[in-house]
């Protein structure tokens, strides 16, 4: 069973930064991918990074220059340090873990969410 952990969300002020990590714990088969979306109230889930194709790391538009995505495969840990917030960034952030279970087919983890809340 493979349990992904989000921390670092919290309540910060515009302009600020925080910093999400995620941890996969577990037994995986094989690692396929690994990022952030998130979902702000009201909204759809939004892919925050890696956009496809993942030969380079690219991000969603409203989040380029200020987001940066990390991820460590030989530990399962991603991370995405969040720069010069805005109020519209506030939303639940989930972290996701692609498990490759044989050719074709995957399966997606998701993490519990963490709130991130931009506001004076």
């Known amino acids: 069973q493979v349990q992904l952990v989000e921390s670092g969300g919290g309540l910060v002020q515009p302009g600020g930064s925080l910093r999400l990590s995620c941890e996969a714990s577990?037994?995986?088969?094989?690692?396929?991918?690994m990022g952030w979306y998130r979902q702000a109230p009201g909204k759809q889930r939004e892919l925050v990074a890696p956009i496809p194709p993942h030969n380079l790391i690219k991000y969603a538009e409203d989040v380029k220059g200020r987001f940066t995505f990390s991820r460590d495969n030989s530990k399962n840990t991603a991370t995405l340090q969040m720069n010069m917030l805005k109020p519209e960034d506030t939303a639940v952030y989930y972290c996701?873990?692609?498990?490759?279970?044989?050719?074709?087919?995957?399966?997606?983890?998701w993490g519990q969410g963490t709130q991130v809340t931009v506001s004076s």
């Open positions: 996701y873990l692609d498990e490759e279970l044989g050719p074709g087919a995957i399966h997606r983890h």
């Open positions: 577990g037994t995986l088969l094989s690692f396929s991918d």
